[in-house]
């Protein structure tokens, strides 16, 4: 079975294949999973020809669906395979190829096949379709496409092209030896999770046997690449507004009978998958399927366990002509039980997991109205340790798949013991002998209604010309009355507050549920506060890395989750790459509400900050720091392929701080003015990204293409390092400075073959043009007196230069003390030796290797300066490894000589580390694979003692794969050289 590095560290990744592969085993590939969606035409015209066979009828005498039968008992028949030879497709962005082998089709009673397995050779190629594209492609698989050889595939087609295939083709005389592969293969396709997962989806496979237009165009691929013992995966998918998406697959083992298989997600059978690539589709493409106008909810809750009976009429229409399946979804624990449409015919339907198929009577016609009445049951509610909440906020009625805005109606009833709070307004509601009800209607389009059931304690009040509802609910551990007062102070303060800027919300009451859960949400009218933001540090559980005050916490959650009535209700997005403009508007609006109301500014501020900066630039789970991993504009994807903390950095985090960077650049107030004319604009529609930055590069008449290319679209977090000198003339103080704009860029390593002798070469990354910056930095002087001065610096360019008159003598000059915007400011005025290190780290990065000796020698004389010998020889190892970078191995051996008294002290336990790893490469450049080996498993044993690498982890595991692959040990090579491209090095020369 394969694992998933999605909590462990970059540091516990290598201490395992160190302590695990060097004393004598074997660690095995671990990687993540991820999610895919797509489209296209894709035979060669000379391989089209006529339908072989008819669809079946879709009734039978019985009343069973025919089709919903086959999908049910999927088995490949026991037949010979067609023997093919050179067959191409070309892909949207790429080709797959069957270079020889044998095909067998899923079918043999004369109806059409649309599944093929495939037993041969073949490749897979994907490319990419921009840079960000390009950059996703290079960090999952080190290389700017996805390219891949296979031995087995299974491939699904929504139109004729499987039979095209095969036809006029022989099928063998005999069983062909690969049946028995073939078979299994199929197998897993169908029980183990690719034809079931979002990842290739029973979706089109229902479409194409009823014949639904969109679905002919449909393709999917899973091949197996039987070397490397690793699956990937490609679609085409017309119904998605980015039809290509192609990655990695993770299927999970076959369980023993008997056995819960640990890859399952309760009782779904679906596989993993991380999306390398996205894209196609247009930016105008609109999405199709069927798009709701009205909902009408029927809910009953009965019994101890809040078990629902229901029903949900929608009224919808059709985006497309030709289609024949809709999709909707429902929380797992809940079930479509009767499906029909306005005319009262059944529905077929097909439920998998969350996802329900129903196969309308009738193609749809573009523009055309559509009615469903769907009835449902299950258990929306879970209850724990005397707590209750819904399992999927948004998942209790069946809902059309898609990004939509519907009015609600909604009558909901539950046991008179509980108290039931709702979106909406209340319109009605009354009681019978057991039970409550009430009918609750949206006075403005929403994309979901909701509601909480549970023991509530509700208070009522009111800000402006909204009331507000809040609920309570009743635990062992009851909030306090401050506590209580104070969410009700942050919901009314930050919706006076929202409404003064950004203008009038168009809701008359907003319901608020304190509710057992891990995250709060802001649905328009309703919203959810997840009570481990709302309690006690002690109560918080999950929340307790966060130290700042607990009321700071509340107030902040609380002012989060209001600013979505604006931004991500009333103004929606786009897409999944525009989700973004929701999460971080809402931090952002946050953080300024606070900041209205703190006491404390700057102690607020530097809290945050010191949150901020950490999730970005910690490990993520395949080793690159966080900020690395995307742009803001990947939105769930980063979820997807690296798990909640990386998307809530990236998303919450950076989104937030990204909009305070341009605030400082064009206006806090200018800013809030523009918010305000964008929200009365956009009022109740859906904006992308590039729509927002296009309204607000008019509204300021700034150039905002840069900004966004660095900020939004780019993942770089610049370092400005700066020095600077103060002076007086004519009775005048002024702080004169120069600026230097480098791009924090990981070193690439790379391994490289010198005369049979491996060498590792730290190659400079691509700095790109740096003389598109402008970024406006605050600044805070401190004067003599004791008195601050602060204001706002320009940065423009690469290297620039500041002038500053201040009022008194000054002591201390500091940018970016609050750390508001995203960069790095780093002194080199104020006598720290790990800035000018650092320093030296960068300029080697971007290839000013003249610049790099000077800086390390300053770093050395500001350690020697205050004292501290570790730093200094932190200084010379670094003098070291870059003599050995710049191929100086002699002068690289006499520096490590000249330390190594001192380096074998277990006291300087860091840079020991890094000798032995600089002493590993020596002696592989020395051909003395031996030594090499007896220091890595030397390096292995410390690192079980919590070692920290400072030499970078891409090398270490570079050397190590190189160590291995001379020592004959080639499954620990491997493994080695898998993983060390994922933290970026280059091994490609070893073969693996």
């Not at 469903?372 to 998942?395: A, I, K, N, T, Y």
């Not at 080697?844 to 610049?851: C, E, P, T, V």
């Amino acid at each position: 079975m394969k694992s998933h590095l999605s909590h462990i560290t970059a540091r516990l990744i290598i201490r395992r294949l160190l302590i695990v592969a060097l004393l004598c085993a074997a660690l095995p590939l671990a990687i993540l999973p991820l999610a895919a969606q797509p489209s296209a035409a894709l035979l060669p015209a000379s391989l089209r020809a006529e339908e072989t066979g008819a669809a079946p009828d879709t009734e039978e005498a019985d009343g069973k669906d025919p089709i919903l039968q086959r999908l049910e008992q999927s088995t490949l028949p026991d037949q010979p395979g067609y023997p093919v030879d050179k067959i191409e497709f070309d892909l949207p962005g790429g080709r797959l190829v069957l270079e020889q082998g044998t095909l067998f089709r899923d079918r043999v009673d004369g109806t059409r096949s649309h599944e093929l397995v495939f037993i041969g050779n073949g490749s897979l190629r994907v490319d990419a379709a921009n840079e960000i594209e390009r950059y996703q492609l290079r960090l999952h698989g080190g290389e700017d496409r996805l390219e891949r050889r296979f031995n087995r595939a299974v491939l699904l087609f929504g139109g004729d092209q499987a039979d095209d295939l095969l036809l006029g083709r022989a099928a063998a005389a005999a069983e062909q030896p690969g049946l028995a592969t073939a078979r299994s293969m199929y197998e897993a396709w169908v029980e183990r999770g690719p034809r079931n997962s979002i990842a290739t989806g029973v979706r089109p496979l229902l479409a194409a046997l009823h014949d639904d237009a969109i679905a002919r165009d449909y393709m999917a691929v899973w091949v197996h690449d039987g070397d490397a013992d690793r699956d990937f995966y490609f679609r085409n998918d017309p119904w998605e507004l980015e039809t290509v998406e192609a990655g990695e697959l993770f299927v999970p083992d076959k369980p023993k009978e008997g056995e819960i298989h640990p890859d399952r997600l309760d009782d779904d059978r679906f596989c993993n998958w991380m999306i390398w690539t996205r894209y196609g589709g247009g930016a105008d493409r609109t999405e199709p399927g069927l798009r709701p106008k009205n909902h009408r909810l029927d809910l009953k809750l009965r019994g101890e366990k809040l078990e629902a009976e229901g029903s949900a009429e929608i009224e919808a229409r059709a985006n497309a002509d030709g289609m024949r399946v809709v999709t909707a979804t429902m929380a797992s624990t809940m079930e479509i039980t009767e499906a029909r449409d306005g005319a009262g015919r059944e529905l077929p339907t097909y439920s998998t997991g969350p996802y329900h198929f129903l196969v309308l009577p009738d193609p749809t016609i573009q523009d055309e109205n559509w009615e469903f009445d769907l009835r449902f049951s299950g258990e929306p509610v879970r209850r724990r340790g005397g707590r209750q909440r819904q399992r999927s906020p948004s998942g209790w009625y069946p809902r059309l798949t898609g990004l939509y805005r519907s009015s609600f109606k909604a009558r909901l009833e539950w046991p008179k013991e509980q108290t039931l709070l709702g979106a909406g307004t209340l319109v009605e509601s009354g009681e019978t002998e057991a039970t409550l009800w009430e009918e609750r209607v949206t006075e403005t389009p929403m994309q979901w209604f909701s509601f909480e059931i549970g023991d509530f304690d509700v208070v009522h009040d009111e800000a402006g010309h909204i009331k507000i509802r809040l609920g309570v609910e009743r635990t062992r551990h009851p909030l306090t009355d401050q506590e209580r007062n104070e969410i009700l102070a942050g919901l009314k303060g930050s919706i006076l507050f929202y409404e003064s800027i950004f203008g009038w919300l168009p809701i008359n009451e907003i319901t608020v549920a304190v509710v057992d859960g891990n995250f709060s949400q802001g649905l328009l009218s309703f919203i959810t506060l997840a009570r481990v933001a709302m309690t006690p540090t002690g109560e918080r559980g999950l929340l307790a890395w966060d130290t700042r005050p607990d009321a700071e916490i509340r107030y902040e959650t609380v002012a989060h989750e209001m600013a979505h009535q604006w931004w991500g209700n009333i103004v929606g997005w786009a897409s999944y790459r525009d989700q973004w403009l929701s999460e971080a508007l809402a931090d952002y609006c946050a953080v300024q509400f606070m900041l209205k109301i703190t006491r404390d500014r700057s102690d607020y501020l530097t809290a945050r900050a010191g949150t901020w900066k950490g999730k970005l630039t910690r490990a993520s789970n395949i080793g690159r720091p966080v900020y690395t991993l995307g742009p803001v504009t990947l939105g769930t994807r980063l979820a997807h392929n690296h798990g909640s903390d990386p998307y809530s950095a990236l998303i919450y985090d950076k989104g937030s701080v990204v909009f305070t960077t341009l605030a400082r650049q064009l206006g806090r107030d200018a800013t809030w003015s523009m918010l305000g004319d964008l929200y009365e604009a956009v009022n109740n529609r859906l904006i992308s990204t590039e729509n927002f930055l296009g309204a607000f590069a008019h509204m300021s008449g700034a150039d905002l293409d840069a900004f966004a290319e660095r900020y939004i679209y780019g993942v770089d977090i610049p370092r400005i390092y700066y020095r600077y000198e103060s002076a007086q003339q004519d009775g005048v103080w002024t702080i004169q400075g120069e600026t230097e704009h480098l791009i924090g860029l990981q070193q690439n390593v790379r391994l490289v073959q010198q005369d049979r002798r491996w060498a590792v070469e730290h190659v400079a990354g691509e700095s790109g043009d740096l003389s598109d910056l402008r970024l406006a930095i605050p600044f805070r002087v401190r004067l003599i007196d004791g008195n601050y001065q602060s204001g706002t610096v320009l940065v423009e360019g690469e290297q620039g230069r500041f002038s500053l008159q201040v009022a008194g003598e000054p002591v201390e000059f500091e940018f970016d003390p609050l750390d508001e915007v995203l960069a790095n400011t780093v002194c080199l005025s104020c006598g720290e030796g790990r800035r000018h290190l650092q320093y030296a780290r960068d300029l080697f990065a971007q290839g000013r290797f003249d610049a790099v000796p000077g800086a390390i020698t300053e770093g050395a004389e500001a350690y020697a300066a205050a004292g501290d010998r570790t730093g200094e020889l932190r200084a010379h190892v670094a003098r070291a490894r870059f003599r050995l970078d710049r191929g100086d191995i002699a002068g690289a051996m006499e520096q490590l000589k000249s330390l190594r008294k001192e380096l074998e002290d277990a006291g300087f336990e860091q840079q020991r580390f890094e000798w032995l790893a600089l002493e590993a490469r020596i002696d592989l450049l020395r051909g003395a694979r031996g030594s090499a080996m007896s220091r890595l498993t030397e390096l292995s044993r410390e690192v079980g003692n919590d070692g920290y690498f400072t030499s970078g982890d891409g090398e270490i595991l570079a050397v190590l794969a190189a160590a291995a692959h001379d020592a004959d040990r080639p499954e620990l090579a491997a493994d080695a050289a898998r993983i060390a491209t994922y933290f970026g090095a280059d091994v490609a020369a070893l073969g693996y």
